[in-house]
């Protein structure tokens, strides 16, 4: 037998008569499975130094252009909070400590509810059990709803719950690192955000970078409710879910 069957018989293992069966060399003739293992550690290395500095720039060219909308969200949410100065407003808030960057001082005149008792009350009872007053809140801000298993009725909730014309500002995780604990059931983009808040009138809509905190973002929406649909209730019909 010449030197080349044999090396083509000893890279097929049910051949070798070896009784390590993890061990496969390779078919093409000529090549020692060690070097090709060897040589195969650097690059791969190399690529995933490659890609990591690939996700950097391109984190670094997103962050760059979110500048501008930084700068609009700081002016427009100032604007919200003068506008809720004296009037009946709601902070709806998931637990303590999360999305602190946009909590303001809050005043005689804001209602807050915790949504994490919410959603932990409704996980053991099957039943979400937030009622708001129909047309009560001139403002409602909503931070958390990342955390909120079904938040479409939270929202309704918050659309039959403020007067026509009344302002509403959500603010939603967008990239930041994943906590397990407490949940989180999805990030949000701001042109997933702006289709779930359609039945407002839209002001902003746009993801921003809070400030001291460069590989975070957040998206916000901040709108308007209708004064077509004071009772807050058109899509909820149109959908079939009264």
């Not at 946009?102 to 009872?125: H, K, M, Q």
């Not at 975070?216 to 019909?237: E, V």
Request: one cysteine or more; hydrophobic letters at 35%; proline letters at 6%.
């Amino acid at each position: 037998m010449n030197s080349s069957s044999k090396s083509t018989t000893r890279a097929c293992p049910e051949n070798s008569g070896s009784d390590n069966a993890s061990t496969v060399e390779p078919s093409v003739q000529g090549i020692d499975a060690d070097k090709v293992t060897t040589s195969r550690t650097p690059s791969g290395f190399m690529r995933g130094v490659r890609y990591f500095l690939k996700d950097l720039w391109e984190y670094f060219k997103v962050y760059s252009a979110m500048d501008e909308t930084t700068e609009d969200f700081s002016r427009l949410y100032d604007k919200f909070l003068i506008h809720c100065i004296g009037r009946r407003s709601l902070h709806l808030h998931y637990g303590v400590g999360y999305h602190s960057h946009v909590i303001p001082l809050l005043g005689s005149n804001w209602f807050t509810i915790d949504l994490e008792r919410l959603e932990t009350e409704a996980n053991e009872t099957a039943g979400y059990n937030l009622i708001l007053p129909a047309n009560y809140f001139d403002a409602v801000l909503c931070t958390g709803l990342e955390h909120i298993a079904v938040p479409e009725l939270l929202l309704y909730d918050i659309r039959r719950g403020l007067k026509p014309s009344g302002h509403v500002w959500i603010e939603v995780s967008l990239n930041s690192p994943y906590r397990p604990i407490p949940t989180e059931y999805r990030r949000i983009t701001p042109k997933g955000l702006r289709i779930m808040m359609r039945d407002f009138d839209e002001i902003f809509c746009a993801a921003y970078s809070p400030k001291g905190s460069p590989l975070r973002s957040m998206s916000s929406f901040y709108g308007l409710k209708r004064t077509d649909d004071p009772t807050g209730l058109s899509s909820w019909r149109s959908a079939g879910k009264d």
